[in-house]
Protein backbone atom coordinates (compact mmCIF):
# COMPACT_ATOMS: atom_id res chain seq x y z
CA UNK A 1 0.00 0.00 0.00
CA UNK A 2 3.14 2.28 0.88
CA UNK A 3 4.77 1.48 -2.57
CA UNK A 4 1.59 2.32 -4.46
CA UNK A 5 1.16 5.90 -2.50
CA UNK A 6 4.76 6.98 -3.35
CA UNK A 7 4.53 5.76 -6.81
CA UNK A 8 1.45 8.27 -7.08
CA UNK A 9 3.10 10.83 -5.20
CA UNK A 10 6.43 10.45 -7.80
CA UNK A 11 4.27 10.90 -10.78
CA UNK A 12 2.22 14.04 -9.39
CA UNK A 13 5.42 15.51 -8.45
CA UNK A 14 6.38 14.68 -12.14
CA UNK A 15 3.29 16.18 -13.82
CA UNK A 16 3.46 19.33 -11.09
CA UNK A 17 7.16 19.58 -12.57
CA UNK A 18 6.79 19.15 -16.34
CA UNK A 19 3.43 21.27 -16.25
CA UNK A 20 5.70 24.38 -14.42
CA UNK A 21 8.67 23.99 -17.59
CA UNK A 22 5.68 24.16 -19.95
CA UNK A 23 4.21 27.26 -18.56
CA UNK A 24 7.24 28.76 -17.97
CA UNK A 25 8.78 27.53 -21.72
CA UNK A 26 4.97 28.68 -23.40
CA UNK A 27 5.08 32.19 -21.48
CA UNK A 28 5.01 35.04 -23.95
CA UNK A 29 7.86 37.59 -23.89
CA UNK A 30 6.19 41.29 -24.64
CA UNK A 31 2.98 41.77 -26.23
CA UNK A 32 3.29 44.02 -28.68
CA UNK A 33 0.60 46.51 -28.97
CA UNK A 34 0.52 46.50 -32.91
CA UNK A 35 -0.07 42.63 -32.96
CA UNK A 36 -3.34 42.88 -30.85
CA UNK A 37 -4.77 45.69 -33.02
CA UNK A 38 -7.16 44.35 -36.16
CA UNK A 39 -5.89 44.42 -39.81
CA UNK A 40 -7.33 45.93 -42.10
CA UNK A 41 -5.86 45.77 -45.38
CA UNK A 42 -3.21 48.28 -44.26
CA UNK A 43 -5.24 51.04 -43.06
CA UNK A 44 -5.79 51.88 -38.94
CA UNK A 45 -9.39 50.32 -37.75
CA UNK A 46 -12.32 52.61 -38.16
CA UNK A 47 -15.01 50.80 -35.85
CA UNK A 48 -14.43 50.14 -32.21
CA UNK A 49 -13.25 46.37 -30.94
CA UNK A 50 -16.20 46.91 -28.80
CA UNK A 51 -19.91 48.61 -29.68
CA UNK A 52 -21.51 49.63 -26.78
CA UNK A 53 -23.95 47.77 -24.98
CA UNK A 54 -27.00 49.10 -23.19
CA UNK A 55 -27.08 48.01 -19.39
CA UNK A 56 -30.90 48.33 -19.68
CA UNK A 57 -31.32 45.93 -22.51
CA UNK A 58 -29.29 43.13 -20.17
CA UNK A 59 -31.55 43.94 -17.16
CA UNK A 60 -34.38 43.59 -18.95
CA UNK A 61 -32.22 39.92 -20.38
CA UNK A 62 -31.73 38.57 -16.60
CA UNK A 63 -35.57 39.89 -15.07
CA UNK A 64 -36.73 37.80 -18.36
CA UNK A 65 -34.34 34.51 -17.39
CA UNK A 66 -35.04 34.47 -13.67
CA UNK A 67 -38.73 34.42 -14.54
CA UNK A 68 -38.50 32.10 -17.21
CA UNK A 69 -36.39 29.96 -14.59
CA UNK A 70 -39.25 30.07 -12.05
CA UNK A 71 -41.84 29.04 -14.07
CA UNK A 72 -39.79 25.66 -15.17
CA UNK A 73 -39.93 25.42 -11.47
CA UNK A 74 -43.28 25.86 -11.08
CA UNK A 75 -43.96 23.71 -14.19
CA UNK A 76 -43.57 20.45 -12.24
CA UNK A 77 -45.25 21.06 -9.56
CA UNK A 78 -48.86 21.26 -11.97
CA UNK A 79 -47.72 17.26 -12.54
CA UNK A 80 -47.10 16.29 -8.84
CA UNK A 81 -50.36 17.68 -7.53
CA UNK A 82 -51.70 13.98 -8.37
CA UNK A 83 -49.22 12.41 -6.11
CA UNK A 84 -48.59 14.72 -3.22
CA UNK A 85 -50.80 16.00 -0.02
CA UNK A 86 -53.23 18.84 -1.19
CA UNK A 87 -52.67 21.05 1.75
CA UNK A 88 -48.59 20.77 1.48
CA UNK A 89 -48.81 21.48 -2.50
CA UNK A 90 -51.35 24.58 -1.48
CA UNK A 91 -48.93 26.27 0.80
CA UNK A 92 -45.62 25.45 -1.31
CA UNK A 93 -47.06 26.88 -4.80
CA UNK A 94 -48.51 29.80 -3.11
CA UNK A 95 -45.25 30.56 -1.64
CA UNK A 96 -43.74 30.32 -5.11
CA UNK A 97 -46.53 32.58 -6.95
CA UNK A 98 -46.53 34.73 -3.68
CA UNK A 99 -42.29 35.08 -4.42
CA UNK A 100 -43.29 35.51 -8.15
CA UNK A 101 -45.41 38.32 -7.53
CA UNK A 102 -43.19 40.15 -5.07
CA UNK A 103 -40.54 40.02 -7.46
CA UNK A 104 -42.43 41.20 -9.87
CA UNK A 105 -43.63 44.42 -7.80
CA UNK A 106 -40.40 45.56 -6.67
CA UNK A 107 -39.00 45.50 -10.23
CA UNK A 108 -42.14 47.48 -11.00
CA UNK A 109 -41.65 49.60 -8.30
CA UNK A 110 -37.66 50.76 -9.31
CA UNK A 111 -38.47 51.16 -13.03
CA UNK A 112 -36.64 48.05 -14.05
CA UNK A 113 -39.35 47.06 -17.10
CA UNK A 114 -39.58 50.35 -18.80
CA UNK A 115 -37.47 50.34 -21.76
CA UNK A 116 -36.77 54.37 -21.42
CA UNK A 117 -35.33 56.15 -18.59
Known amino acids: MIII ?3 CMI ?3 LVLILTLMVMIMMKKKKKNFNKMKPFECGFNSISKKRLPFSS ?3 IVGM ?3 IFD ?3 IIIMPMIMTMK ?3 LKYWLTASNMMIMILIMGLYYEWKNNMLK ?3
Request: hydrophobic share 70%; no cysteine; charged share 5%.
Open 11 to 13: NMM
Open 56 to 58: HFF
Open 5 to 7: MMF
Open 69 to 71: IEI
Open 115 to 117: WTN
Open 63 to 65: IFL
Open 83 to 85: FSM
